[in-house]
């Protein structure tokens, strides 16, 4: 594995910063977050300037490229926003690969103009880790599909025109292959959008779904039927190198404000930084990001070389979003009282991060998920 | 002692005639000016202190100043003078830049201030966008210079003055330009370099209409209005004469307020001689507060208005 | 329509050093392309997209422009080509050096109907090298264009002086000199920075286009301006009474 970046993604890199800059200021951020919209202008910029489209098929207007780079993008965009609803590409790649060619071009076309074409909704309210529980039903009457349930957490279910709603057949032989996907439009009569107030995110609306005899078509199923999760298997891993790179952009931002402000603010008559307890901190949180990036460069890295990072990307989900919020958690410390306060973006990151590890799998299901999966290895 | 006896002075504008001429007066023995225009300003440019003026003529429907630059130079082959300084304008560089290439060599661009006393004629000039400043020497027999503005003081205006006058025949240009139409642009023809307190903001200030607030600062405070280059040149909310750095206008005023102002090098060069500096900026590690006097970690729009009414209250 | 357009690589001016002595050192900076020729790349794309016909980039300079990443920095932004004049002596160059070799480059590619340079280099922005190539090859030219067109043949300009905008009617061959913000410099995307790294670079050296004049002036220093001496005090935040404390100090300089 290579670990320095290749002129082509340094100048990558490079141009999504400028990108950056010119449009995501402080003051920008903080009026998408005041007035819990969407940063458009950024999206804008983004389809505009072909990174919106970034990892999808050239067939349908995107720009294939390699995870690592992909995941390095990411990256950058996140050492300046919180999530606010880019990227999906993996995703979508999943949806474009297993969907009708209707479906494709319906996502393709939304997603070109920088919409988030759909919404994932597997949660409910009895089934979060244990997504297995999930009670959402698709009926057959009268040539048509019935969907009933209720989701919840369903992140941008109000500002997504589909979603793909996750169904299971009680009467399912086989558990593990019961869950069906169903691309639903999301104003379909019976469909019901709330949004939860939360304490970050504050972009991306997160929604309970209320689905109430919701009528669609046999045609709306995506994929194969009963093959539900494991057809997303590999989505799922690629949300987890997304958590990853989300952690990474956040705590190195995080890092470099603590870092400056250990040397510029005066306590005692000399900068903060000359306390051996202030550097202690420092020197943790630059192993840690340090550590980040390798584990989640390494996971993109196998990926792109055809090696399952089912365990990796369990192992390195697990450490980024942990050791993300330490990093924001100890650069608040750091910057003390107005650590806390809302002029200072640590305060946000720190908010931001720390549901990285509810997201895509909690800390401990990623622990689930590893801990058997080292067992196997050596029984 | 100098060497320099003939010094020239082309420049389009009024103002800064007098003022290159007092520096031509200081830096060689006889000042020549190349004036184009109107034939009532001769009298003038002579009491501002040319000892020749060298009258080209008028522009009009089909000749523009830039006609002139054939003129010029074949001037400057048969008088060989030994400094031709230029004013700061973006039609003064390009006359100079293009008259020095004709006579194969370069122009000293925004001197600050110019040696004669050895025997060649140096200038110091701001590099790297004010990180360093350079001294530099001419090699050559004219030496071409665009003047910094504000560099030389002008002299006091004198009618009894006489000067030698000569029309000097138009030589038709080999290749021109040809001017359609001209318009006026907008923004006042502030000076900034004459203003005693200055208050400049820069991109700090999230919309036009903040501009107000400051605007009566200003007002209460006998200041004139500045900005950084993002201010004029990015969102077009002040005229260009207005901003202040390595690009703009370069002054020391004896009062300086910083609102909104990063402290970029560009930007201060501009203002890091004033008499004293004040910062207001959000940001405890902006560049602006390690050079200035007093500082305030604060937000404008909450420090601002509560300086408006304490000035108020205090008259 | 055949267009180059001059960039000049500088050292990010960020990674400067001053040394104990005031002298300066460049020895940890980072080169990068100049700032406002970026903006004369686009200038010189757009103008090539509308009006049709291909741009070419086009630098003389030092060691620098062999580094593969900024050749394909530049290549990014559109341009079919580059073409590099690389000597030693040409990283010290000054204006009119810079123009000749420029010039005599530009003649030498041939068929060249337009050349745009930026407002003025980012490291000595002295605002020259646009106004000297121009009458070097004796062609028109114009400094301080804010915008562009082409119609019959000719380009249309605007140019922005200080108090009135000219419209100009500028015939080709000619020389322009755009403004800082004539545009915004693009962003490359991913396509561009790939598709760079195949584009040719012509390498010429000072032989291959007839040499260089002698240097018309000479550097006699560099150094770092002296730092005026400041109190630095600081208030640390905007509550009532620090504002007032930063109030009394500018009272009394009222
Ligand atoms: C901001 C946000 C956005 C979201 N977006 C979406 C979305 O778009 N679509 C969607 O379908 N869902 C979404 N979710 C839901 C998310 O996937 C779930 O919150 C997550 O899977 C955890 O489920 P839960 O909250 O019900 O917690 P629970 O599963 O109830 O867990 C509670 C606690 O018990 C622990 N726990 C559970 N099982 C075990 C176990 N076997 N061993 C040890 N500990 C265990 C958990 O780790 C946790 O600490 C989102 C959630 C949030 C907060
Ligand atoms: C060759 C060259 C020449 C240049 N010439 C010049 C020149 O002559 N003049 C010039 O000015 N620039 C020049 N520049 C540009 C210069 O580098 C800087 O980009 C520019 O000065 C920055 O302007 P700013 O301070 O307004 O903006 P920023 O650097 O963006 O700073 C804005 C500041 O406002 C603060 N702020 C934001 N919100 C608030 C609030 N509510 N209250 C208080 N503070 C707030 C921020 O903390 C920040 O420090 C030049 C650049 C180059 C490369």
Redesign the interface.
């Given at each position: 594995m290579i670990i320095q970046k290749t002129e082509e993604q340094e100048l990558l890199l490079e141009n999504l910063q400028e990108l950056m800059s010119r449009v995501c200021t402080e003051d920008y951020i903080r009026t998408c977050e005041k007035n819990h919209e969407q940063p458009h202008k950024l999206i804008e910029a983004l389809v505009e300037n072909g990174f919106y489209m970034l990892g999808l098929p050239e067939e349908y207007g995107g720009t294939p490229l390699d995870h690592l780079t992909y995941f390095m993008c990411v990256e950058e965009v996140h050492k300046i926003m919180p999530p606010f609803g880019w990227p999906r590409a993996l995703s979508l790649n999943e949806m474009l690969r297993l969907g009708t060619e209707e479906q494709r071009k319906i996502v393709a076309d939304l997603v070109k103009q920088g919409n988030m074409a759909f919404s994932f909704a597997i949660t409910e309210p009895q089934a979060g880790s244990d997504d297995n529980a999930i009670t959402t039903t698709a009926t057959r009457k009268n040539g048509k599909v019935y969907i009933n349930g209720q989701k919840t957490f369903i992140t941008g279910a109000n500002i997504s025109p589909y979603m793909l709603v996750a169904t299971k057949d009680p009467n399912s032989p086989d558990p593990r292959k019961s869950v069906s996907f169903w691309f639903v439009p999301a104003d379909a009569p019976g469909v019901t959008i709330q949004t939860l107030p939360k304490i970050g995110w504050l972009m991306l609306p997160t929604c309970e779904v209320f689905l109430d005899n919701v009528e669609i078509e046999e045609k709306d199923i995506v994929g194969v039927e009963g093959e539900g999760f494991l057809q997303l298997m590999k989505c799922f891993e690629m949300e987890r190198l997304t958590n990853c790179a989300v952690a990474l952009g956040s705590a190195q931002a995080a890092f470099e404000d603590a870092a400056r402000y250990a040397n510029q603010r005066v306590q005692f008559g000399v900068p903060i930084g000359s306390f051996q307890l202030i550097q202690e901190k420092l020197t943790y949180m630059a192993i840690k990001i340090e550590n980040m990036r390798n584990a989640f460069y390494k996971c993109a890295w196998e990926k792109d070389q055809g090696i399952s990072i089912q365990l990796s990307s369990a192992l390195a989900k697990l450490y980024c979003v942990q050791s993300g919020f330490e990093v924001a958690d100890d650069a608040m410390q750091i910057m003390g009282g107005i650590g806390y306060t809302e002029d200072c973006r640590i305060s946000r990151i720190w908010r931001d991060v720390r549901v990285l590890r509810m997201t895509d799998g909690t800390d401990q299901v990623m622990i689930h998920i590893a801990g058997r999966a080292l067992l196997k290895k050596y029984r | 002692m100098s060497r320099v006896k003939d010094v020239w002075v082309f420049t389009e504008k009024q103002e800064s005639i007098a003022e290159l001429c007092a520096g031509a007066r200081q830096l060689g023995e006889r000042v020549t000016v190349l004036a184009v225009g109107s034939r009532d300003r001769i009298e003038r440019i002579i009491a501002f202190g040319a000892d020749r003026v060298f009258y080209l003529g008028d522009t009009g429907a089909d000749r523009t100043v830039?006609d002139y630059a054939f003129t010029l130079s074949k001037l400057i082959e048969e008088e060989a003078p030994d400094l031709f300084l230029f004013g700061a304008?973006?039609?003064c560089?390009?006359m100079?830049?293009?008259l020095?290439?004709?006579q194969?060599?370069?122009?000293?661009?925004?001197i600050m201030e110019f040696l004669t006393d050895k025997d060649e004629i140096?200038g110091t000039q701001?590099?790297?966008?004010?990180?360093?400043?350079?001294?530099?020497?001419?090699?050559?027999a004219t030496v071409f210079s665009v003047v910094g503005s504000g560099v030389f003081t002008s002299l006091p205006e004198d009618a009894d003055r006489e000067g030698d006058v000569r029309a000097v025949d138009f030589v038709e240009p080999?290749?021109?330009?040809?001017?359609?139409?001209?318009?006026?642009?907008g923004?006042t023809?502030v000076d900034l370099t004459a203003a005693k307190r200055v208050i400049a903001v820069g991109?700090g200030i999230?919309k036009e209409e903040d501009l107000k607030m400051i605007e009566e600062l200003a007002r209460l405070?006998g200041a004139e209005i500045g900005c950084t280059r993002p201010i004029s040149?990015?969102v077009n909310w002040m005229g260009?004469?207005r901003y202040i750095g390595?690009?703009g206008v370069m002054f020391k005023p004896?009062?300086y307020?910083a609102i909104g102002i990063s402290g970029q090098?560009q930007h201060m060069?501009g203002c890091?001689?004033s008499g004293?500096?004040?910062a207001?900026n959000?940001d405890?590690?902006a560049k602006i507060?390690?050079?200035?006097?007093?500082?305030?970690?604060?937000?404008l729009y909450?420090?601002v208005p509560?300086?408006l009414e304490?000035?108020r209250a205090?008259r | 329509m055949k267009i180059a357009v001059c960039y000049k690589l500088v050292p990010d001016e960020q990674d400067i050093v001053i040394n104990g002595d005031h002298t300066i050192s460049f020895d940890k900076a980072e080169w990068k392309i100049g700032q406002y020729d970026l903006v004369a790349v686009e200038a010189a794309m757009r103008l090539a997209e509308v009006a049709g016909g291909t741009v070419s980039a086009l630098s003389a300079g030092g060691k620098q422009l062999e580094n593969s990443k900024l050749k394909k920095n530049i290549l990014s932004r559109g341009p079919v080509d580059a073409y590099m004049i690389i000597d030693e002596t040409m990283s010290d160059a000054d204006s009119y050096q810079t123009a000749y070799v420029l010039a005599k480059a530009i003649e030498k590619i041939k068929d060249v109907d337009l050349v745009v340079c930026g407002e003025g280099s980012s490291d000595m922005y002295a605002q020259q090298v646009g106004s000297q190539i121009g009458e070097l090859l004796q062609w028109p030219s114009v400094n301080a264009i804010g915008t562009i067109t082409l119609a019959d043949g000719k380009l249309i300009a605007e140019r922005m002086l200080e108090t009135e905008v000219e419209v100009l009617e500028i015939p080709i061959p000619a020389v322009i000199s755009v403004t800082s913000d004539i545009f915004q410099a693009r962003i490359a995307n991913l396509k561009d920075i790939l598709e760079a790294g195949k584009k040719p670079v012509v390498r010429w050296d000072l032989d291959d286009i007839g040499g260089v004049p002698e240097m018309s002036t000479n550097v006699l220093s560099v150094l770092a301006p002296p730092q005026a001496d400041r109190r630095r005090v600081i208030i640390g935040g905007d509550s009532g009474d620090q504002i007032n404390e930063f109030y009394e100090h500018l009272r009394k300089e009222l």
């Amino acid at each position: 594995m290579i670990i320095q970046k290749t002129e082509e993604q340094e100048l990558l890199l490079e141009n999504l910063q400028e990108l950056m800059s010119r449009v995501c200021t402080e003051d920008y951020i903080r009026t998408c977050e005041k007035n819990h919209e969407q940063p458009h202008k950024l999206i804008e910029a983004l389809v505009e300037n072909g990174f919106y489209m970034l990892g999808l098929p050239e067939e349908y207007g995107g720009t294939p490229l390699d995870h690592l780079t992909y995941f390095m993008c990411v990256e950058e965009v996140h050492k300046i926003m919180p999530p606010f609803g880019w990227p999906r590409a993996l995703s979508l790649n999943e949806m474009l690969r297993l969907g009708t060619e209707e479906q494709r071009k319906i996502v393709a076309d939304l997603v070109k103009q920088g919409n988030m074409a759909f919404s994932f909704a597997i949660t409910e309210p009895q089934a979060g880790s244990d997504d297995n529980a999930i009670t959402t039903t698709a009926t057959r009457k009268n040539g048509k599909v019935y969907i009933n349930g209720q989701k919840t957490f369903i992140t941008g279910a109000n500002i997504s025109p589909y979603m793909l709603v996750a169904t299971k057949d009680p009467n399912s032989p086989d558990p593990r292959k019961s869950v069906s996907f169903w691309f639903v439009p999301a104003d379909a009569p019976g469909v019901t959008i709330q949004t939860l107030p939360k304490i970050g995110w504050l972009m991306l609306p997160t929604c309970e779904v209320f689905l109430d005899n919701v009528e669609i078509e046999e045609k709306d199923i995506v994929g194969v039927e009963g093959e539900g999760f494991l057809q997303l298997m590999k989505c799922f891993e690629m949300e987890r190198l997304t958590n990853c790179a989300v952690a990474l952009g956040s705590a190195q931002a995080a890092f470099e404000d603590a870092a400056r402000y250990a040397n510029q603010r005066v306590q005692f008559g000399v900068p903060i930084g000359s306390f051996q307890l202030i550097q202690e901190k420092l020197t943790y949180m630059a192993i840690k990001i340090e550590n980040m990036r390798n584990a989640f460069y390494k996971c993109a890295w196998e990926k792109d070389q055809g090696i399952s990072i089912q365990l990796s990307s369990a192992l390195a989900k697990l450490y980024c979003v942990q050791s993300g919020f330490e990093v924001a958690d100890d650069a608040m410390q750091i910057m003390g009282g107005i650590g806390y306060t809302e002029d200072c973006r640590i305060s946000r990151i720190w908010r931001d991060v720390r549901v990285l590890r509810m997201t895509d799998g909690t800390d401990q299901v990623m622990i689930h998920i590893a801990g058997r999966a080292l067992l196997k290895k050596y029984r | 002692m100098s060497r320099v006896k003939d010094v020239w002075v082309f420049t389009e504008k009024q103002e800064s005639i007098a003022e290159l001429c007092a520096g031509a007066r200081q830096l060689g023995e006889r000042v020549t000016v190349l004036a184009v225009g109107s034939r009532d300003r001769i009298e003038r440019i002579i009491a501002f202190g040319a000892d020749r003026v060298f009258y080209l003529g008028d522009t009009g429907a089909d000749r523009t100043v830039e006609d002139y630059a054939f003129t010029l130079s074949k001037l400057i082959e048969e008088e060989a003078p030994d400094l031709f300084l230029f004013g700061a304008t973006k039609r003064c560089r390009h006359m100079a830049g293009r008259l020095a290439a004709r006579q194969r060599t370069s122009v000293l661009s925004d001197i600050m201030e110019f040696l004669t006393d050895k025997d060649e004629i140096q200038g110091t000039q701001m590099v790297y966008g004010g990180a360093a400043v350079r001294t530099l020497a001419s090699k050559s027999a004219t030496v071409f210079s665009v003047v910094g503005s504000g560099v030389f003081t002008s002299l006091p205006e004198d009618a009894d003055r006489e000067g030698d006058v000569r029309a000097v025949d138009f030589v038709e240009p080999a290749y021109r330009v040809r001017c359609m139409e001209k318009r006026e642009r907008g923004g006042t023809s502030v000076d900034l370099t004459a203003a005693k307190r200055v208050i400049a903001v820069g991109r700090g200030i999230a919309k036009e209409e903040d501009l107000k607030m400051i605007e009566e600062l200003a007002r209460l405070i006998g200041a004139e209005i500045g900005c950084t280059r993002p201010i004029s040149e990015g969102v077009n909310w002040m005229g260009r004469e207005r901003y202040i750095g390595v690009s703009g206008v370069m002054f020391k005023p004896e009062l300086y307020i910083a609102i909104g102002i990063s402290g970029q090098i560009q930007h201060m060069v501009g203002c890091n001689q004033s008499g004293v500096i004040f910062a207001i900026n959000t940001d405890t590690a902006a560049k602006i507060f390690s050079q200035s006097d007093y500082g305030i970690v604060g937000d404008l729009y909450t420090v601002v208005p509560v300086l408006l009414e304490k000035i108020r209250a205090a008259r | 329509m055949k267009i180059a357009v001059c960039y000049k690589l500088v050292p990010d001016e960020q990674d400067i050093v001053i040394n104990g002595d005031h002298t300066i050192s460049f020895d940890k900076a980072e080169w990068k392309i100049g700032q406002y020729d970026l903006v004369a790349v686009e200038a010189a794309m757009r103008l090539a997209e509308v009006a049709g016909g291909t741009v070419s980039a086009l630098s003389a300079g030092g060691k620098q422009l062999e580094n593969s990443k900024l050749k394909k920095n530049i290549l990014s932004r559109g341009p079919v080509d580059a073409y590099m004049i690389i000597d030693e002596t040409m990283s010290d160059a000054d204006s009119y050096q810079t123009a000749y070799v420029l010039a005599k480059a530009i003649e030498k590619i041939k068929d060249v109907d337009l050349v745009v340079c930026g407002e003025g280099s980012s490291d000595m922005y002295a605002q020259q090298v646009g106004s000297q190539i121009g009458e070097l090859l004796q062609w028109p030219s114009v400094n301080a264009i804010g915008t562009i067109t082409l119609a019959d043949g000719k380009l249309i300009a605007e140019r922005m002086l200080e108090t009135e905008v000219e419209v100009l009617e500028i015939p080709i061959p000619a020389v322009i000199s755009v403004t800082s913000d004539i545009f915004q410099a693009r962003i490359a995307n991913l396509k561009d920075i790939l598709e760079a790294g195949k584009k040719p670079v012509v390498r010429w050296d000072l032989d291959d286009i007839g040499g260089v004049p002698e240097m018309s002036t000479n550097v006699l220093s560099v150094l770092a301006p002296p730092q005026a001496d400041r109190r630095r005090v600081i208030i640390g935040g905007d509550s009532g009474d620090q504002i007032n404390e930063f109030y009394e100090h500018l009272r009394k300089e009222l």
